[in-house]
């Protein structure tokens, strides 16, 4: 579904990508991981079209970034970090303001219903909740009915339960047929959704695989954990005694 080859992105001297290659297969969770700095959003945003590359090649589903801009336009979906959406307007005025952007006449309350919304539909966007907001994004993303979508630290900031009810949500989308690359900060999140994962640090992929492989690869080079690793964690433990029932604001 996506080929890069060679992708390197400088800002004078600086280079912020360094020549890295990949491949995301078509209806798999793709994660891009790293730490501040590391390369990954700019990598994303080239592959948005948000952002011009200084060298290299990327194809999305078949169409060249340089020669094709457009038409990769209307076939991805993009959910940034922060979202300006009109703070005073209803979330069915929002679609419908989408709608009109993409030319499309899809139902508000079916979209808002596939990111459990729908009784949020006369809400104004200013009084949702963190994780309403981080939802509704994302249906913004699927209202041209897109075959990629990305989504740049979508759980950033969400309470356990707002963040495993987005997860649910990404898988979701994944089973429709649609093809996600996601950045996170949380390896629990990128080990839970990614199918596959490339680790970047300092403008270079150092490691590409599925989690599971890469943890076993690191096990076998001998690593072992300080601590026992118990069978559940602080945040399953808050789950269990708040209720997996997503709470709105």
């Given at each position: 579904m996506i080929k890069v080859t060679d992708?390197?992105?400088s800002y004078g001297n600086f280079e912020a990508v360094k020549g890295i290659s990949f491949n995301v297969k078509e209806g798999e969770i793709f994660g891009?991981?790293?730490?501040?700095?590391?390369?990954?959003?700019?990598?994303?945003?080239?592959?948005?079209?948000?952002?011009f590359k200084t060298s290299g090649t990327i194809n999305?589903?078949?169409?060249?970034?340089?020669?094709?801009?457009?038409?990769?336009?209307?076939?991805?979906?993009?959910?940034l970090q922060t979202s300006g959406f009109y703070p005073g307007l209803k979330l069915i005025e929002l679609v419908e303001l989408f709608n009109g952007l993409y030319n499309r006449k899809v139902d508000p309350i079916e979209l808002l219903a596939k990111v459990n919304l729908e009784d949020k539909a006369k809400a104004i966007y200013k009084s949702l909740s963190g994780g309403?907001?981080?939802?509704?994004?994302i249906a913004t993303t699927l209202i041209n009915d897109p075959k990629i979508i990305f989504l740049d630290e979508p759980t950033t900031g969400l309470d356990p339960q707002a963040r495993r009810n987005l997860w649910d949500l990404i898988k979701n989308i994944r089973e429709q047929g649609?093809?996600?690359?996601?950045?996170?900060?949380?390896?629990d999140e990128a080990e839970y959704l990614c199918d596959r994962v490339a680790i970047m640090d300092a403008g270079k992929i150092i490691a590409l695989d599925c989690p599971d492989q890469l943890i076993d690869q690191l096990l076998a080079a001998g690593f072992e954990k300080k601590k026992e690793t118990k069978g559940a964690?602080?945040?399953?433990?808050f789950i269990q005694l708040t209720g997996h029932t997503l709470r709105e604001d």
């Open positions: 992708l390197k992105k891009l991981l790293g730490p501040n700095g590391a390369g990954k959003s700019t990598t994303l945003e080239i592959m948005e079209t948000l952002r999305i589903a078949g169409f060249d970034l340089d020669k094709q801009p457009d038409e990769i336009k209307k076939i991805i979906g993009v959910q309403q907001k981080q939802r509704f994004s649609t093809t996600v690359i996601i950045t996170t900060h949380y390896m964690n602080l945040e399953d433990v």
